[in-house]
């Protein structure tokens, strides 16, 4: 362990005990703490054989710190504020243009069709290697991306790599608004769908405009989308939730160590509709201010849930303003859903080491609907109506979290100039084929930890000299490590197909095509209009009556 590092630790310690001895009756211990702290960094500083950077040291030991608490306990320095309010208010200057920072290069990997970007020419898969004169390889930092953002109106010129051809472009700077509700339309002549993917403060006003929309073309049966949505402000799950649930009721109740922070929310107006049968689609990235609504409607029985069970996160977490523009985000209390259920499926409070035990370990404690149902705490949400889907593989997981499909679908993008539109166009087992050739020739394949482990352990043993006796064993274990590894996917294969079948569309026809592709071939939706358009299969689910 080098010594920044060892400084980082120590510090984070040190600010880890002043914050424990917080609540304490006892303020001599945390100025004795803070006191220590701020000492030692004075004598690091002033006497350290080599300069060090005072802002990445705190910055270092305050996210050592916030590590061993849990993963929505974070720090925001001033750039960092900026990303918040943005995500906030899903709006900000930019040219229309998602960016991803990764191994020092920085991707183009979305477009907003409309939008300054889009107009200019740039395309998903372009890698920017200059902002203006800054060159991104020399920028070291994932904040390089915050330099295509400026003052609306200002020009910012790009220098890209495409297909390995340099091109020069000049993007307009342009108020960019994020609709948290990226897609809706009707599937059939009577059943509407919107699909919503943030909780912003625009979340409830833009669901209610897509409804009352909806309304207005013959709309009786509703499938709300919350898959794959992080959450976000609970006040705005609470309006929504009120759309369709009466007035005075309760949504959701928080319970704190402050007690002017644990409250009972409860609906405040009059709903929109209560009478439209509603399905509630969810999965495994349904978390937060997401499974409110779709807990606090299963609980009312109000609505039907589809899916795969939820994130399980039954945490709230509240900002407060730091000195000098920075900002901590914390946990501050647990939610409870109208039955009294916390979904909350991790324990981070009694982590062993790397292991967080699960609140959902042995028998999940039961809860009853309005209707008398039985619900379970703990882990999530857990569907009425459930989509079994594949256990995803070590293999798979590796996929999703390397660039290859990324880099597939800019392959194929480049490979064909038109493909069908998103209502008929199906990734076939012919290119599935394709892909897995096209991941076998690929340079940086993705690894499984098992490769990378034994990668790391070979490189240890080329420095100890003991590299020739045991490379040609190594490189036939790598060897099988890899014919496994594409077995493996397999098992995933129509999981993997749509994956892939998303960034394809998305290329040629935006965020908009991915849903109406999903809208004809997703198992989920198609359940969900099979389940609205058969009233007694409706009726006897949230009555909890047999057949």
Do not use: C
Request: charged share 30%.
């Amino acid at each position: 362990m080098n010594k920044l590092k060892k400084i980082g630790l120590i510090s984070s310690f040190l600010i880890l005990s002043s914050v424990f001895f917080a609540f304490k009756t006892d303020y001599f211990e945390v100025a004795k703490q803070m006191e220590i702290y701020t000492t030692l960094f004075k004598e690091l500083n002033m006497y350290y054989i080599d300069e060090i950077n005072p802002a990445k040291l705190t910055e270092t030991a305050i996210n050592n710190m916030l590590e061993d608490l849990d993963p929505y306990t974070r720090y925001y320095d001033e750039q960092g504020v900026e990303q918040v309010k943005i995500n906030s208010s899903g709006e900000y200057s930019g040219i229309g243009a998602q960016s991803k920072y990764t191994n020092n290069k920085l991707f183009i990997v979305e477009v907003y069709e409309g939008f300054s970007a889009d107009k200019e020419g740039i395309k998903v898969g372009d890698e920017i290697i200059k902002i203006d004169d800054v060159y991104i390889k020399n920028y070291e930092s994932n904040q390089v991306a915050s330099l295509l953002k400026g003052s609306i109106n200002s020009a910012v010129k790009l220098k890209i790599k495409r297909q390995g051809k340099t091109l020069d472009f000049a993007v307009k700077r342009e108020k960019i608004t994020l609709n948290p509700v990226p897609h809706y339309q009707m599937v059939t002549d009577k059943i509407g769908y919107i699909s919503f993917n943030r909780f912003n403060n625009k979340a409830s006003s833009a669901v209610k405009n897509a409804f009352v929309d909806l309304k207005s073309q013959g709309m009786n049966k509703l499938i709300l989308d919350l898959r794959g949505n992080p959450g976000g402000l609970l006040n705005e799950a609470i309006n929504i939730t009120n759309f369709f649930v009466p007035k005075n009721e309760i949504v959701v109740t928080t319970k704190a160590k402050v007690k002017k922070w644990s409250e009972t929310y409860k609906t405040k107006r009059e709903p929109i509709d209560l009478e439209i049968p509603i399905v509630v689609l969810i999965n495994g990235k349904s978390a937060s201010a997401a499974e409110i609504v779709a807990g606090s409607l299963q609980d009312l029985d109000r609505a039907v849930i589809i899916g795969q069970r939820s994130f399980g996160k039954g945490l709230v977490q509240r900002y407060r303003n730091l000195t000098y523009g920075t900002k901590l985000k914390l946990t501050i209390s647990k939610y409870y859903t109208p039955s009294g259920r916390n979904i909350q499926e991790l324990d981070y409070t009694h982590r062993e080491g790397e292991e967080i035990p699960k609140f959902s370990d042995g028998n999940r404690e039961m809860f009853k609907t309005k209707n008398g149902r039985t619900v379970y705490g703990g882990g999530g949400i857990s569907p009425d109506v459930k989509i079994e889907l594949p256990k995803e593989t070590e293999a798979t997981k590796a996929l999703y979290n390397s660039n290859v499909i990324f880099n597939y679908a800019n392959h194929y993008y480049y490979k064909n100039k038109e493909i069908a539109k998103p209502e008929i166009f199906i990734f076939k087992d012919s290119d599935y084929q394709d892909f897995i050739t096209f991941v076998k020739q690929e340079e940086n394949n993705f690894k499984t930890k098992s490769e990378i482990k034994f990668a790391s352990a070979f490189k240890t043993s080329e420095k100890e000299n003991l590299s020739d006796p045991i490379k040609s064993s190594y490189q036939e274990l790598i060897s099988q490590l890899e014919t496994q590894k594409m077995e493996e996917l397999k098992s995933n294969k129509e999981e993997i197909k749509e994956h892939i079948s998303d960034e394809i569309i998305n290329r040629y026809y935006f965020k908009k095509g991915e849903y109406q592709n999903h809208i004809v071939f997703n198992k989920s939706i198609q359940e969900a209009i099979k389940v609205l358009q058969n009233n007694k299969q409706y009726s006897q689910i949230l009555k909890n009556e047999r057949n």
